[in-house]
């Protein structure tokens, strides 16, 4: 191991001995021991931020961003010591993505209509504190998009995070309001709780001073915050199908979909979890995978094992393999691969359960389809109604735009790796909360934020 990186490794394990949470310092820089009183906290300070310019507001979010490129490589580590999920490496690049392509308060516009009877503006306000739960897969990164789009808007955030990244987000969390400070904010723009449970969920969902929710994560607590009779920004779970048809460059299309369905061992929401390929181009494709992309094609035999390994009989993720690399879940079922093996391919029908389950580890089961139209309905089948995310290699714009109408999902990348969406090779904004079930996409500031109509009559037109 060279130096440096050990040096690294020791200051994580450093920092994760620290913060024994018992012992940290409940109140300091957003972290509270209880739920109302982390909620009181982020309502003083929203008092304060509702006030501030949005020059003010910008000056904490530039700080943020420095915090992030600078601890870039330490929360990497941190986060996947903490979950054991992930690759340090991709984590890493996302932290940078997050420092530099989260949209701060430019995202935040203002509609005019002018004419005889004055000027109306329609301005984009905060809705106050805003409660967010966030997911384990990607931890830090969901606290910082979340955090700089509420705070650009004018709102502070209380969070109840995933109980298995507590440490990591407590990391971000103090990181987030050293920031506040050192740009002559307020403390406890983001708070959370030092145990995060279920109950500390409910009390922030239920609680009066939270007038809007935002849930990243899988189906159940999607529904839970849609159920609290309050607005609700749903970001759901997704299942992503890459289309292969005759028409596209086959050699191209194995690169992107691996490159993809490996980035962070297959953790985010937004990554290829299957292809279906029409019937002619499956051979190539799969000889592409596994002579240059790093696939391992595995048997029967060896499917069945992995099935085992992966979930429980009733389709229960087993939470040891999610987000480990393919050499590890290959050596769960006793098979020894060769270092340069990063994912796991087979040929199957689209109900195996390794093609139909959103895995969240790279495993790419390939469906054969009979054209591109089957290609086009297996798709729909497999992405489960979720409308999340699908991709496409083709180079047939009729056949894009069909898939695309009959996907309906928030993000549809054609011809490229799926993180081309988050902003990664690809142009756009980075956000890791997609808004897929509730409908408003990629989040960004403008997301978090209530329209509001400012009327001046008969003055102000100079037209
Ligand atoms: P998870 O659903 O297990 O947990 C997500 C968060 O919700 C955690 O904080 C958890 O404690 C909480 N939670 C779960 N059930 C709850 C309930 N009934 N009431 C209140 N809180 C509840 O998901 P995970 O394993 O952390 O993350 C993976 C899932 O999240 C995948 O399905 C993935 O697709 C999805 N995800 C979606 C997006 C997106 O932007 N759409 C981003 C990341 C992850």
Same mark, same amino acid.
């Given at each position: 191991m060279p130096v440096d990186e050990r040096m690294v490794k020791n200051i994580v394990q450093e920092v994760m001995a620290k913060m024994n949470i018992n012992d940290s310092a409940s109140g300091k820089h957003g972290i509270f021991k209880d739920m109302n009183d982390a909620i009181e906290a982020a309502k003083k300070a929203e008092k304060v931020v509702r006030v501030m310019s949005l020059d003010q507001r910008e000056k904490i979010i530039t700080i943020i961003r420095r915090k992030i490129r600078e601890n870039a490589e330490l929360m990497a580590r941190m986060a996947v010591d903490e979950t054991g999920m992930g690759n340090v490496g991709h984590k890493i690049l996302k932290n940078y993505l997050c420092a530099d392509k989260?949209?701060?308060?430019?995202?935040?516009?203002?509609?005019?209509?002018?004419?005889?009877?004055?000027?109306?503006?329609v301005e984009e306000g905060p809705f106050g504190v805003i409660g967010a739960i966030t997911p384990c897969t990607n931890p830090q990164e969901t606290i910082f998009c979340n955090t700089i789009g509420m705070l650009a808007a004018g709102n502070t955030v209380v969070f109840n995070?995933?109980?298995?990244?507590?440490?990591?987000?407590?990391?971000?969390?103090?990181?987030?309001?050293? /920031?506040?400070?050192?740009? &002559? &904010?307020?403390?406890?723009?983001?708070?959370?709780?030092?145990?995060?449970?279920?109950?500390?969920s409910s009390v922030m969902m239920h609680h009066k001073d939270i007038p809007l929710l935002v849930a990243t994560g899988?189906?159940?607590?999607?529904?839970?915050?849609?159920?609290?009779?309050?607005?609700?920004?749903?970001a759901g779970a997704g299942n992503p199908p890459a289309l292969v048809d005759e028409t596209a460059d086959i050699r191209k299309a194995a690169e992107d979909i691996v490159n993809g369905c490996t980035f962070d061992n297959n953790l985010p929401c937004i990554a290829e979890k299957e292809i279906? /390929?029409?019937?002619?181009?499956?051979?190539?494709?799969?000889?592409?995978?596994?002579?240059e992309q790093g696939c391992y094609?595995?048997?029967?035999?060896?499917?069945?094992?992995?099935?085992?390994t992966v979930m429980d009989e009733k389709g229960k993720l087993n939470r040891k393999c999610v987000g480990r690399d393919a050499r590890t879940l290959l050596s769960m079922i006793g098979v020894e691969a060769d270092p340069s093996i990063r994912c796991i391919t087979f040929v199957g029908e689209k109900e195996n359960p390794l093609i139909s389950t959103e895995l969240?580890?790279?495993i790419l089961g390939i469906v054969p389809a009979k054209d591109f139209d089957d290609a086009v309905e297996k798709c729909v089948w497999l992405e489960h109604g979720n409308r999340h995310s699908a991709h496409i290699h083709s180079h047939?714009?009729?056949?894009?735009?069909?898939?695309?109408?009959?996907?309906?999902?928030?993000?549809?990348?054609?011809?490229?790796?799926s993180y081309a969406a988050l902003g990664y090779g690809g142009e756009g904004i980075c956000t890791f909360t997609i808004a897929s079930r509730t &409908?408003? &996409?990629?989040?960004?500031?403008?997301?978090?934020t209530k329209k509001r109509r400012c009327v001046m009559v008969d003055s102000l037109c100079i037209r």
């Open positions: 989260i949209p701060g308060t430019e995202d935040i516009t203002t509609e005019a209509y002018s004419g005889d009877r004055g000027l109306t503006l995070p995933h109980p298995q990244a507590i440490k990591t987000t407590i990391y971000a969390i103090n990181m987030m309001n050293e /920031a506040s400070l050192e740009a &002559g &904010g307020p403390d406890n723009i983001a708070c959370t709780v030092e145990h995060p449970t279920l109950d500390t899988g189906p159940g607590v999607v529904t839970a915050i849609l159920s609290c009779g309050k607005r609700g920004i749903g279906v /390929a029409v019937q002619q181009v499956v051979d190539e494709l799969l000889h592409y995978m596994v002579t094609l595995a048997s029967k035999e060896e499917q069945d094992a992995l099935i085992r969240m580890m790279p047939d714009v009729e056949r894009i735009t069909k898939y695309a109408r009959a996907m309906d999902t928030a993000i549809l990348v054609k011809n490229g790796p &409908g408003e &996409g990629l989040t960004s500031a403008k997301t978090f």
